[in-house]
């Protein structure tokens, strides 16, 4: 009964030492492709282009990763609601655009910010606009009862008039239209506008919250987060980080949005 006992502790003990040096970079080599976990429908993010295929911003940057690893690129679709279990069942090694909170730092890891993500006040060229005293007496459209409404509303001096929506693309329509003035929308959003609306020629005022996209992946993965962060320090470096902003966000890109 005792040998049995031991031989029972001893596979316990070989079964964590084995965990203790699982190592997901070793692994995603070994395997030669990295499961990416990204939001499909996130333009200019990710979204599924004329030829189905995936493209954006999020998708050049995990291409960027793994090309530098040698390995394949496997993109996987999840959600807000499953993308942290997918990560932690090991049904992805890393996860795109999750910004950094205290909540999530709890059960995955981040590596370096790659993205900027940001609330911005939108506006014709014409129109001078440069800082939240500039909102006095200005008409602005927002989408009701979000992290945008709520950042205009602390931010606007009270002679400002706020026209508040029910979706996006109300927001969208009567800013465009001229109902209002200007509009405050995260730069997803943003983005569209200012590519699609030659003769308006919005442009970006200021910014009135920045909270960066990161990298998600699991707890401990020294290794993986090294490489991950060695790759983003390169594409800051070589300017594709800013080809990438340029390219899918319509502007540069400022490094100063990629901090916390």
């Given at each position: 009964?005792?040998?049995?006992?031991?031989?029972?502790?001893?596979?316990?003990?070989?079964?964590?030492?084995?965990?203790?040096?699982?190592?997901?970079?070793a692994?995603?080599?070994?395997?030669?492709?990295?499961?990416?976990?990204?939001?499909?429908?996130?333009?200019?993010?990710?979204?599924?282009?004329?030829?189905?295929?995936?493209?954006?911003?999020?998708?050049?940057?995990?291409?960027?990763?793994?090309?530098?690893?040698?390995?394949?690129?496997?993109?996987?679709?999840?959600?807000?609601?499953?993308?942290?279990?997918?990560?932690?069942?090991?049904?992805?090694?890393?996860?795109?655009?999750?910004?950094?909170?205290?909540?999530?730092?709890?059960?995955?890891?981040?590596?370096?910010?790659?993205?900027?993500?940001?609330?911005?006040?939108?506006?014709?060229?014409?129109?001078?606009?440069?800082?939240?005293?500039?909102?006095?007496?200005?008409?602005?459209a927002?989408?009701?009862?979000?992290?945008?409404?709520?950042?205009?509303?602390?931010?606007?001096?009270?002679?400002?008039?706020?026209?508040?929506?029910?979706?996006?693309?109300?927001?969208i329509?009567?800013?465009?239209?001229g109902?209002?003035?200007?509009m405050?929308?995260?730069?997803?959003?943003?983005?569209?506008?200012?590519?699609?609306?030659?003769?308006?020629?919005?442009?970006?005022?200021?910014?009135?919250?920045?909270?960066?996209?990161?990298?998600?992946?699991?707890?401990?993965?020294?290794?993986?987060?090294?490489?991950?962060?060695?790759?983003?320090?390169?594409?800051?470096?070589?300017?594709?980080?800013?080809?990438?902003?340029?390219?899918?966000?319509?502007?540069?890109?400022?490094?100063?949005?990629?901090?916390?």
């Open positions: 009964m005792k040998l049995k006992t031991a031989l029972t502790m001893l596979g316990v003990v070989s079964l964590l030492a084995t965990a203790a040096k699982a190592d997901d970079l692994d995603v080599k070994t395997a030669g492709q990295i499961n990416v976990g990204i939001f499909s429908d996130f333009p200019p993010f990710s979204s599924a282009s004329s030829d189905m295929s995936l493209k954006g911003y999020d998708i050049d940057v995990a291409q960027a990763i793994a090309t530098a690893l040698g390995v394949k690129l496997n993109l996987l679709s999840v959600t807000g609601q499953n993308r942290i279990a997918y990560l932690n069942d090991k049904r992805v090694d890393i996860i795109m655009s999750v910004g950094y909170s205290k909540e999530r730092a709890a059960v995955i890891d981040f590596a370096a910010a790659y993205a900027p993500y940001y609330i911005a006040v939108i506006g014709p060229a014409a129109l001078k606009v440069s800082g939240k005293d500039d909102l006095a007496g200005k008409t602005i927002v989408n009701r009862g979000t992290l945008e409404d709520t950042s205009l509303t602390a931010a606007a001096p009270q002679s400002a008039d706020i026209k508040r929506f029910e979706n996006y693309n109300s927001v329509q009567a800013f465009i239209s109902q209002t003035q200007l405050v929308v995260g730069n997803d959003v943003g983005a569209q506008v200012l590519a699609r609306q030659v003769e308006l020629k919005p442009e970006q005022k200021f910014q009135l919250l920045t909270s960066p996209s990161h990298i998600g992946l699991r707890k401990n993965e020294d290794a993986l987060k090294k490489a991950v962060n060695d790759v983003i320090a390169t594409m800051e470096t070589d300017k594709s980080l800013d080809t990438a902003s340029k390219s899918w966000l319509k502007t540069p890109l400022n490094p100063a949005d990629l901090k916390d």
